[in-house]
């Protein structure tokens, strides 16, 4: 991040560091009001992002970035030939178990009922992949508890919904895939959104990040539920600076 900031400051950006906390999109001037002041511009980015939803047990807290992740296409080579597990039952992470079934030695894939929420073509590529020994599925248990010590993950430790009883598993890395949320609290009411997500044209004729409003546009995560990649964040990142360049320079 530094890197890129000292890169920004070389054409004479100005940094400002502060946390807006309320937004008055259709003003003209664009009205944002932070904890340390008010600024207004006539073009805006959002660029916001989406987090990733975690459980809240405090192992998983503890063990995060040492064994502990939110993105089997950020980390997954990590573990070329570990073992793993995937928590969750919807797309994301039949997809995740799927990536990783093709770097891992094991995937585990635990989910709190024995129906996987996800699309049917998944879960028929899910139980191939079971069949052939790659996937193995633990149905009606939740993550209870990481297991590790200096080192990172070791272990996980599982518990039985019906009974209440727990197992360990023996492993090297645990993704959580319970889905993300959008950082667009702050837009919430003005922006048309999908799911938390907002929208924008994704036009050929350009104006692809531009959102409901004009003047406005977003880039990365938070307009992209799909990809979630920091090259991709970068390029649409481009696009909104090109067309807010363009919206500005017809507003002279």
Do not use: W
């Not at 079971?130 to 993950?153: Q, W």
């Not at 799911?195 to 990040?209: F, K, L």
Request: charged letters at 20%; glycine letters at 10%.
């Amino acid at each position: 991040m530094a890197r890129f900031q000292k890169h920004a400051e070389r054409f004479n950006t100005e940094m400002i560091f502060d946390h807006i906390h309320t937004t008055h999109l259709t003003e003209k001037p664009i009205r944002l009001v932070g904890d340390s002041g008010e600024y207004t511009c006539d073009a805006l980015i959002i660029a916001t992002g989406a987090s990733a939803k975690y459980l809240g047990i405090p192992s998983e807290e503890q063990f995060a970035g040492k064994g502990v992740s939110a993105c089997a296409t950020c980390d997954g080579f990590f573990y070329r030939n570990q073992e793993v597990a995937v928590i969750g039952g919807g797309n994301t992470a039949v997809e995740e178990a799927l990536y990783l079934a093709n770097i891992a030695s094991k995937v585990t894939l635990v989910h709190r009922r024995d129906k996987f929420k996800a699309e049917a073509i998944l879960v028929d590529k899910l139980n191939a992949r079971v069949a052939e020994g790659k996937i193995v599925l633990e149905t009606f248990h939740t993550l209870d508890e990481v297991l590790g010590d200096n080192s990172g993950v070791t272990g996980m430790r599982i518990k039985n919904v019906s009974d209440g009883s727990t197992k360990d598993i023996a492993l090297q890395g645990v993704f959580i895939a319970i889905g993300h949320k959008p950082n667009t609290d702050i837009f919430e009411g003005q922006l048309e959104m999908e799911s938390g997500y907002i929208v924008t044209q994704m036009g050929r004729g350009g104006n692809a990040t531009a959102t409901s409003i004009p003047g406005v546009f977003a880039a990365g995560d938070v307009q992209d539920h799909i990809y979630r990649q920091a090259v991709t964040s970068a390029g649409t990142g481009c696009m909104a600076a090109l067309d807010a360049e363009r919206y500005l320079d017809h507003l002279k």
